[in-house]
C-alpha cells in the first residue's frame, strides 16, 4: 500500500471525528435545546455520521444504494427533528 492509498482511506475518518463536537453537544444549536430533544439530536446526528460513513466506504453497488437510503433517511429525520 503507497502512501496515497494511505490518506486516501483516512478521509472519511477525518470526516467523522469532525462532527463528534457537534454531536456531544458542544455546538450553539445543542446548548439551546432542553431535556431529551437534545438527546434525539445527538441519536439522529451519530446515525447520519455512521451512514454517510458507510456509503463513503462502501466496496460494491448494493452497499452504496443501501448507505444513500440510510443518508437521506437521516436527513428526514434531521429534517422533522428541526421542524418541531
Not at 472519511?12 to 458542544?26: F, K, Q, W, Y
Amino acid at each position: 500500500m503507497t502512501e496515497h492509498d494511505q490518506q486516501d482511506m483516512a478521509r472519511p475518518l477525518d470526516a467523522t471525528t469532525a462532527e463528534i463536537p457537534e454531536a456531544r453537544g458542544e455546538g450553539d444549536q445543542a446548548k439551546q435545546k432542553p431535556g431529551i430533544k437534545k438527546y434525539v439530536s445527538l441519536g439522529i446526528k451519530l446515525a447520519f455520521t455512521a451512514a454517510m460513513l458507510f456509503y463513503v466506504i462502501s466496496s460494491n453497488t448494493l452497499q452504496m444504494v443501501v448507505g444513500w437510503e440510510l443518508v437521506g433517511l437521516c436527513s428526514f429525520a434531521l429534517l422533522r427533528h428541526w421542524w418541531e
